[in-house]
């Protein structure tokens, strides 16, 4: 079953069809008797072969068709066409089974009882074929007619040995060995039915079993493509043997392809599992996450062998950990919108004191230009910590945005101009790069210049040196080709377990800070349906990222 994502209903999974338990017995009993009527027309014709090869190659004396040559020749050949059309006609069903069955049997009796007079009757062994004849036929007719075709059978084998009697001078006679067999024959056909039946119903149930198993395996497999878990199975030798479409939209990685190496899916998760094949139990203590491959989410992976004691196979569970954080980010912006509300008048009095002395000090007379540009930089930032304090209101209202379309690389450029003019850095320190054509971005411009304002503020501060550059590239996400933002520096980075708390609220590495600002940024991201992730910069140093909404999604509702 399958839950509707818009309306929570259950919906039945159209792809797992159920065999009807009723009709499969008797689809089973038909497809044994033709099986069976096949082997019997493969036995013809190798039993025709046979007796030919052995009459051509032995004849001094000959063993088989020493009273009639001709005969013997002639019905051996029939009985191979004969054989050999019947599996052609079973093969295209040509006609019902019980009708094959019957003038199949009673061509069998004419055509062995024929082939047993040629040789010199009962005591050529020819007529014991008859016992597998008839015992075949009883897994295949109704017990009345498998009884007539025994009797049959019973009576062309003493009507045969009753006609050499009365043909042959000087007599010779072997009724007992006639009778014999003929007693033989009707037994089989007597204790065959209850077998046969004993068989067609095993081979149902066996077959029934078999529809319940491939059901069931269809159906965990719908389910565990369905779950909104996502799942990987690893063999032994890191080969991918199972993937749901969760995993699949993580990792990557069409779904429907031949089995791969965990390599070459994903080289991160791969180096993941080796670490924890070599100790649980550090890997455990350490947590380590990975980014999805459409550089949008961090994903922590789960390894759990499938069997008790260190089995070889794995199940990977791949937690997406934007899910668990945005529910505990809502209990924490419930406090967090508590503390701002107290704190904002407070904030707001000497922000507002500033600013108008700012702007009183700019009406002076005797200003001259650098008091005035320090004038205007105490007012502009008067102004942006007002700004920000709305924002941080406006968190519990994740809804509350003003977005603008942005040609992004203006947008940065202009944004770098004013950041350094603003911190007294040096332009050339802020390097912009561009891959491809320049992507148009949908977001609220306040919240994108706090968010890269704070980000560029934190990589000036904490990592780079006086002479280190601070790379904004501009570019899309290879996976899901959406719009993207990469603040990197090549400072001293973030250890791993701090990167797992960066974007906690109240947590800091710096002893003077408050703990908010990466906090605030993600959010004011997450507001705008972008987001913002940390990664680790080959080298050295740091990389934030931001992914920002897709631009199909704005177009359309555009």
């Not at 269809?218 to 995993?247: C, P, T």
Request: hydrophobic residues 40%.
């Amino acid at each position: 079953m399958q839950a509707d994502s818009s309306t929570g209903e259950l919906k039945s999974p159209a792809a797992v069809r159920i065999a009807p338990a009723s009709q499969a017995p008797q689809q089973d009993t038909d497809e044994l008797s033709w099986r069976i009527l096949q082997l019997l027309n493969v036995f013809r014709v190798l039993v025709s072969v046979f007796l030919l090869l052995l009459f051509a190659s032995v004849d001094q004396p000959r063993i088989i068709g020493t009273q009639s040559p001709t005969l013997f020749v002639a019905v051996c050949g029939l009985y191979l066409g004969v054989g050999v059309g019947n599996m052609l006609a079973v093969s295209r069903r040509w006609a019902s089974k019980t009708i094959q069955v019957s003038w199949s049997v009673a061509f069998d009796i004419t055509t062995i009882t024929i082939l047993s007079h040629a040789s010199g009757g009962i005591s050529s062994g020819l007529a014991n074929l008859l016992i597998i004849i008839i015992g075949a036929s009883a897994l295949i007719l109704p017990r009345k007619r498998t009884l007539m075709a025994g009797s049959m059978a019973a009576l062309a084998i003493l009507g045969d040995q009753a006609w050499i009697f009365l043909n042959t001078t000087p007599v010779t006679t072997d009724f007992t060995a006639a009778g014999l067999l003929s007693g033989i024959i009707l037994i089989m056909a007597v204790l065959m039915d209850p077998l046969a039946r004993r068989i067609q119903a095993t081979e149902a149930l066996a077959r029934q079993r078999g529809v319940d198993l491939e059901n069931l395996a269809e159906l965990n497999q719908y389910i565990v493509q369905h779950l909104r878990e996502s799942i990987v199975v690893v063999d032994k030798e890191n080969q991918v043997r199972l993937m749901n479409a969760s995993a699949a939209n993580i990792l990557g990685s069409p779904r429907r392809q031949p089995a791969r190496h965990l390599s070459e899916i994903s080289p991160r998760l791969y180096m993941l599992l080796k670490a924890w094949r070599r100790n649980p139990e550090e890997f455990r203590q350490a947590q380590p996450s990975f980014i999805a491959a459409d550089g949008d989410r961090v994903i922590n992976p789960q390894f759990a062998p499938l069997k008790e004691k260190g089995g070889d196979a794995m199940l990977v569970f791949l937690e997406d950990t934007s899910v668990l954080a945005e529910k505990v980010q809502q209990s924490k912006l419930a406090s967090l919108g508590r503390l701002t509300a107290s704190i904002a008048h407070e904030v707001r009095n000497p922000v507002g004191a500033m600013s108008h002395a700012a702007q009183l000090l700019r009406e002076s007379a005797v200003m001259t230009s650098t008091e005035r540009r320090l004038t205007d930089i105490i007012h502009t930032n008067g102004l942006r910590v007002s700004q920000i304090i709305d924002n941080v209101l406006q968190l519990s209202r994740r809804d509350t945005t003003a977005p603008e379309r942005l040609q992004l690389e203006h947008w940065v450029s202009a944004f770098a101009d004013e950041y350094c003019q603003t911190q007294q850095v040096a332009r050339e320190r802020l390097l912009i790069s561009c891959a491809g054509p320049p992507p148009e971005v949908q977001i609220d411009p306040s919240h994108l210049h706090q968010v890269l304002w704070n980000l560029c503020e934190n990589a000036i501060k904490y990592a780079c040196g006086k002479d280190q550059v601070i790379d904004l590239k501009i570019g899309r996400l290879r996976g899901s080709d959406r719009p993207c933002l990469e603040i990197g520096d090549r400072g001293k980075g973030i250890s791993e377990t701090d990167a797992e708390r960066i974007f906690e609220p109240f947590f800091t590495g710096d002893n003077g800070g408050t703990g908010l600002g990466l906090f605030i940024c993600r959010e004011l991201c997450e507001c705008n349906g972008a987001s913002l992730i940390y990664q680790p910069r080959p080298g050295g140093g740091s990389v934030f990222r931001i992914t920002f909404s897709d631009p199909q999604r704005w177009e359309n509702k555009t």
